[in-house]
Each structure stands twice: as structure tokens, then as C-alpha cells.
């Protein structure tokens, strides 16, 4: 069974910015794409970035494209997302997410983390 935990969410001006972190137990980490997700208060959740299992492949939402980067590092079973140049717009729940495949997409995860609130003031 595979558990996600989020942490470094928080307020932040606009314009600053934010690193989230997910740390992996069980399951097969480094064999898998990972993912961030986000949900803002009367909003379907949405996706922000993706990363493939060796960290060759990325996506981002058209949102959050030269804003925000995607890096994992398998040995300490960790996705990060760095989160600049923050937005009022990018307030909401950050999740992370397990794919259990190794390729990218902004769908088709198995395994999510309990979310972190990120909130821009402007």
C-alpha cells in the first residue's frame, strides 16, 4: 500500500514562493510517474505537473508552465514541486499523486496524499 505525504504548503504574497514536498512509503517509488494535483475551494480538482519514473519526461498544466518545476529524487523516495512567481490563482490544495506506471499523464492515478493548503495573497 502506497502512502503520499505532503508538506511546505503555507501563505505566501503574491509573486513569492513555494516548495511542496511528497514523501513515498511502500509501494515501487522509483519505478513510477508521480504527480501534482490541486483543488480550490468550489473547483474540480485539477492537474499541475507530472514527472516520469527516471525524471526524462515532464508536463505541466498551460497554468503554471514557467512558473513551477517538477524534480524527484528515488533515493530518498521524495517528488518536489518549486513553485515561483505564486499567483492568488494557484490558492488551493495541493495533492500529490502515484500513477503506478512509469510514463506521464494528466490522468489515471491510483494514490493520493492527504493535500497541503497553499495560499497566495495579493
Known amino acids: 500500500q502506497v502512502q503520499l505525504v505532503e508538506s511546505g504548503g503555507g501563505l505566501v504574497q503574491a509573486g513569492g514562493s513555494l516548495r511542496l514536498s511528497c514523501a513515498a512509503s511502500g509501494g515501487s517509488f522509483s519505478n513510477y510517474a508521480m504527480g501534482w494535483f490541486r483543488q480550490a475551494p468550489g473547483k474540480e480538482r485539477e492537474f499541475v505537473a507530472a514527472i516520469s519514473w527516471n525524471s526524462r519526461s515532464t508536463d505541466f498544466a498551460d497554468s503554471v508552465k514557467g512558473r513551477f518545476t517538477i524534480s524527484r529524487d528515488n533515493a530518498k523516495k521524495t517528488v518536489y514541486l518549486q513553485m515561483n512567481s505564486l499567483k492568488p490563482e494557484d490558492t488551493a490544495v495541493y495533492y500529490c499523486?502515484?500513477?503506478?506506471?512509469?510514463?506521464?499523464?494528466?490522468?489515471?492515478?491510483?494514490?493520493w496524499g492527504q493535500g497541503t493548503q497553499v495560499t497566495v495573497s495579493s
Open positions: 499523486a502515484d500513477r503506478s506506471v512509469p510514463w506521464v499523464d494528466t490522468r489515471g492515478y491510483d494514490y
